[in-house]
């Protein structure tokens, strides 16, 4: 059974950083792009960072391009985002999730991944 576990989220000041952590069990996650989306109440859920399998592409949505950044270890099945000058606006739920195909690049779209998180708060205070 294929799990994403999510930590890392909270209550943070404007201008503050967080770092998003997602462990996966129950697949070769190395295998295989991972995902950060967020959700805020009433809206469709954002892509906000992905990376393929290896590591060596990249995407950001432009509204995080310099602040945020998506990394993984793949020895440890898990993939990071570190979150720095936080907005107000970046407040929502962030989810990460795994792609549904082997060896691929890194889907911006949420019809692109498999399996998903439970997702973490992030609150950034103004």
């Known amino acids: 059974q294929v799990q994403l576990v999510e930590s890392g989220g909270g209550l943070v000041q404007a201008g503050g950083s967080l770092r998003l952590s997602c462990a996966g069990f129950g697949r070769t996650f190395s295998d295989y792009a991972m995902g950060w989306f967020r959700q805020v109440p009433g809206k469709e859920r954002e892509f906000v960072a992905a990376?393929?399998?290896?590591?060596?592409?990249?995407s950001y949505v432009d509204s995080v391009k310099g602040r945020f950044t998506i990394s993984r270890d793949n020895a440890k099945n898990t993939v990071y985002l570190q979150m720095n000058s936080l907005k107000s606006e970046d407040t929502a739920v962030y989810y990460c999730?795994?792609?549904?195909?082997?060896?691929?690049?890194?889907?911006?779209?949420?019809?692109?991944?498999?399996?998903w998180g439970q997702g973490t708060q992030v609150t950034v205070s103004s």
């Open positions: 999730a795994t792609a549904a195909t082997r060896w691929g690049d890194e889907p911006t779209s949420q019809m692109g991944y498999a399996y």
């Open positions: 990376i393929n399998w290896s590591g060596g592409r990249i």
